[in-house]
């Protein structure tokens, strides 16, 4: 099962790759990007596009971040919880033999 879900995520990596390589050389057309005053290279089309999506995706991952690090700790915390309630009933058994 593990093969298969590293195959699933390399394929998908892969299409992800051919679908890049597809918009940049389709969208050849060199631009350029003022940036606060400064003005890039002239560079083609595709090729913003891509780090435009690269960037969105960033952003997205690094905003979800913080609650995603707050819900690990928070199943981390609820399983050293339920670990203490599974061990607790065996002791008072103890006790009482």
């Given amino acids: 099962m593990a093969l298969l879900k590293k195959l699933f995520f390399l394929l998908i990596g892969l299409a992800a790759i051919l679908l890049g390589i597809?918009?940049?050389l389709t969208n050849p057309d060199a631009i350029t990007i003022d940036f606060f005053g400064?003005?890039?290279?002239?560079?083609?089309?595709?090729?913003?596009l891509l780090v435009a999506l690269f960037t969105g995706c960033l952003t997205g991952i690094l905003a979800s971040l913080p609650m995603?690090?707050?819900?690990?700790r928070r199943v981390h915390v609820l399983n050293q919880q339920l670990i203490?309630?599974?061990?607790?009933?065996?002791?008072?058994?103890?006790k009482t033999e």
């Fill in 22 to 24: 597809g918009l940049v």
């Fill in 38 to 48: 400064r003005e890039s290279g002239p560079l083609p089309r595709g090729l913003w």
């Fill in 68 to 72: 995603l690090l707050r819900l690990r």
């Fill in 84 to 94: 203490k309630l599974r061990v607790a009933p065996d002791r008072a058994k103890n």
